[in-house]
């Protein structure tokens, strides 16, 4: 997708960018775009048939928590929620096909969460930062054809060290053992 010019807080997405970029550095512009593109009635179509949260899309435009009107959504911080339980069940749902998503679809989803493989295991994920001291990184390992999906949710808005990278590090540490 190409890049408008703006001068975004985050340097990665002051550029133009492939899906794999704008999902691996979260760019909030990018997926802005996509979801003004496939409108809002297709997006609660979609978040229904996930029984993604509470499924409220009605703050399209987000609570304004970002100066820039693009870098809110109804996912930022807004209408939608979801807990870190539900989050795990939509992505099992989705990688074990469960959902109306093609095997095609899912494989670009798996090569863009990617984050490690070895010959015993390969591990996928996503992370996530809020604004109010809470970020999160959710994922699957799979292994010996299981996968085994899990979340970690930091919560703590005294600490200035809570990020998705934060919670991406637990992880993988606890992984390792």
């Known amino acids: 997708m190409e890049y408008d010019g703006m001068n975004y807080p985050v340097d990665a997405w002051n ?3 492939r899906l794999e970029d704008a999902f691996r550095s979260s760019c909030i512009w990018y ?3 996509v ?3 496939v409108g809002q009635e297709t997006i609660q179509e979609e978040l229904n048939k996930l029984d993604y949260g509470n499924c409220d899309i009605s703050e399209w435009s987000g609570s304004g928590v970002n100066s820039f009107p693009e870098l809110n959504g109804f996912w930022i911080e807004s209408s939608l929620l979801i807990s870190p ?3 795990v069940e939509v992505l099992h749902k989705i990688m074990e096909g469960e959902t109306i998503y093609t095997e095609s679809e899912i494989e670009i989803l798996k090569s863009i969460m990617l984050l490690e493989a070895s010959d015993s295991k ?3 994920g996503k992370t996530g ?3 109010d001291g809470t970020a999160w990184f959710i994922g699957f390992v799979e292994k010996e054809n299981t996968n085994i999906y899990f979340v970690i949710y930091l919560d703590d808005n005294s600490s200035n060290e809570i990020s998705g990278t934060k919670a991406q590090e637990i992880a993988f540490n606890i992984l390792e053992e």
């Open 129 to 131: 930062t809020g604004t």
């Open 35 to 37: 979801i003004e593109e």
């Open 31 to 33: 997926f802005r775009k």
């Open 122 to 124: 390969k591990i996928y």
């Open 85 to 87: 339980i539900e989050q």
């Open 15 to 17: 550029a133009d960018l």
